[in-house]
Nanobody, 121 residues
Framework: QVQLVESGGGLVQAGGSLRLSCAAS????????MGWYRQAPGKQRELVAD???????NYADSVKGRFTISRDNAKNTVYLQMNSLKPEDTAVYYC???????????????WGQGTQVTVSS
């Protein structure tokens, strides 16, 4: 069993900051990419940022220069530092991990339960 547990969401005023964390636990052999997605009401889930095991990153254009993704491989944890938040950043944020539970099994994607981020104007 693998679990991804997120924390750090909440309510913040426009221009403020939040830091999200997501820790993976359970039967983990190897974690490759980890990432953050978000889903606003009535919209599809979209990629916010992801990070490979070697540290290379990828960001949505809408968050470049404001959000920073990082990870601690020893703790199987991924972070999302969100600065200069805007009302349009309001969404449920989900972390993801592309991982193997054994060298015998193919990689698959696991998801966290989601954490609400609300940015007031």
């Amino acid at each position: 069993q693998v679990q991804l547990v997120e924390s750090g969401g909440g309510l913040v005023q426009a221009g403020g900051s939040l830091r999200l964390s997501c820790a993976a636990s359970g039967s983990i052999f190897r974690i490759n990419a980890m990432g953050w997605y978000r889903q606003a009401p009535g919209k599809q889930r979209e990629l916010v940022a992801d990070i490979r095991s070697g540290g290379s990153t990828n960001y949505a254009d809408s968050v470049k220069g404001r959000f920073t993704i990082s990870r601690d491989n020893a703790k199987n944890t991924v972070y999302l530092q969100m600065n200069s938040l805007k009302p349009e950043d309001t969404a449920v944020y989900y972390c993801s991990a592309d991982l193997q539970t054994s060298s015998w099994f193919a990689q698959r994607r696991y998801w966290g339960q989601g954490t609400q981020v609300t940015v007031s104007s």
